[in-house]
């Protein structure tokens, strides 16, 4: 069959690797793609936003299951576009995903299933939203955009004077556009974090391995948020025992409380958890693939990764047999452009890709990539997610390491501690 992904980042470019991996799939497309998914497939030049152009390839091109990577295409209604015109879709409605387009309606959701998660309350005015600030004890705690905001729309605040400064920017500002209309204000959550993924078809779920993301631009967790700087799987401090309290502590009550509300879920659910003193915690929902998470996650899968998901798009992934993992570990270094997370000049050719590529057990996974002419370029904030497996930890970093350092461009920087975390974790 045909394949179509929706997107342009490193998770569409890992995605379509391992699709064109699977006997049942002949063609993968990617719309628009990146120089990544030029060279492993197909790019149709045709944006993740333009819903009626995309249902209008899926059908002339004969798409056997279309694999939406992006959020914002699907809190757009591209799941339900493409299954009115009778295509399989691998991805959840309009309704489904605003788990991740509205975090208020994440939270209120999570309040109704009794989902672990920190208290919040909501504002629409700023004045209202400090004089809530004011009357609290100085300390850390969250400010979070309402809408998509491109991964940058939770800002930590250490203290009063942060939180203040956030709410302006979203509420007086307005820097964050309509994602801000709505903000709400989160105890802030102390422990390590953990990405738990999960493939669902309304009815069975079925965790992928764990991974653990590192949003802060600089080493030891420094600098602003951003939407990933590197991410490695699996997550030791996610022991067996606590994915068993997750799955049913989390995923399975937001499942049947969203079923009872009449949405059905299909697609990926990423919880983003925090592991607490108290236990495990959701900070918030995502409804595809992680971006970088997916990049090492999917390198350690062995399982057919087309047939999963048609199963799902189909529902019936309780006749799949057990997902197949690779035992050994991956580690994934984002390579970033000078500037990110703000402002970035685009354009800059870059060198070292092919002797990157050619070094055993690495995958380089393109981003913010696109060609010009026969040069690859950077055209993003996140450019490339380096990626390897090793015998061990050590060994995986290692190999990522070495490739980042075949690869250069001006201004292209990455951090350099991606995985050291796995220590605090092993006993």
């Not at 060279?39 to 333009?50: F, H, L, Q, R, T």
């Not at 067996?240 to 799955?247: A, C, N, R, S």
């Not at 108290?278 to 970088?292: A, I, T």
Request: proline share 5%; with cysteine; glycine share 10%.
């Amino acid at each position: 069959m045909n394949v179509l992904v929706v997107g342009q980042g490193g998770r569409e470019h890992a995605l379509l690797w391992k699709l064109k991996q699977s006997p049942l799939v002949s063609e993968v497309y990617c719309a628009p793609g990146n120089a990544g998914t030029a060279k492993d497939g197909i790019n149709v030049d045709i944006a993740d936003s333009d819903v009626p152009a995309l249902v209008k390839f899926a059908k002339e091109n004969e798409i056997g299951l279309t694999v939406v990577g992006p959020e914002a295409p699907l809190c757009a209604g591209l799941t339900d576009a493409l299954e009115k015109a009778g295509l399989k879709v691998f991805g959840p409605s309009k309704a489904a995903a605003q788990l991740e387009g509205s975090k208020i309606f994440c939270k209120k959701l999570m309040r109704k299933a009794a989902v672990p998660t920190a208290d919040f309350w909501t504002f629409t005015n700023a004045e209202q939203a400090e004089q809530f600030l004011n009357e609290r004890e100085d300390g850390p705690i969250v400010v979070k955009a309402d809408g998509l905001a491109a991964g940058k729309g939770a800002i930590v605040c250490k203290n009063r004077a942060e939180a203040m400064d956030a709410v302006r920017r979203m509420l007086v500002f307005r820097e964050f556009g309509d994602a801000g209309r709505n903000v709400l204000i989160e105890e802030c959550l102390i422990g390590q974090e953990a990405s738990i993924l999960a493939i669902i078809d309304g009815n069975t779920i079925i965790p992928l391995e764990t991974s653990q993301d590192h949003k802060r631009a600089h080493d030891g967790d420094e600098g602003p948020n951003t939407g990933g700087m590197g991410a490695y799987s699996p997550a030791p401090l996610v022991t067996p025992e606590l994915m068993d309290e997750i799955l049913h502590r989390v995923l399975i009550p937001t499942v049947h409380t969203l079923s009872a509300d009449g949405i059905r879920f299909r697609g990926i659910l990423y919880a983003g958890i925090m592991i607490t003193e108290d236990g495990p915690e959701v900070l918030e929902y995502n409804v595809r693939f992680g971006d970088p998470e997916a990049q090492p996650i999917l390198m350690r899968l062995k399982t057919d990764l087309a047939e999963v998901l048609l199963a799902a798009a189909e529902g019936r992934l309780d006749q799949i047999e057990p997902l197949d993992w690779d035992e050994r570990p991956t580690v994934c270094v984002v390579m970033a452009s000078e500037g990110y997370p703000d402002s970035y000049e685009k354009g800059k050719p870059i060198s070292g890709l092919d002797a990157a590529g050619e070094l055993e057990n690495v995958k380089v996974f393109h981003a913010g990539t696109r060609l010009n002419g026969s040069h690859v370029v950077n055209n993003g904030g996140r450019v490339l997610g380096v990626t390897a497996i090793g015998d061990d930890f050590f060994d995986a970093k290692k190999r990522a390491y070495e490739a980042v350092e075949l690869i250069k461009w001006p201004g292209g920087w990455n951090r350099t501690d991606i995985s050291d975390k796995v220590s605090l974790s092993l006993p």
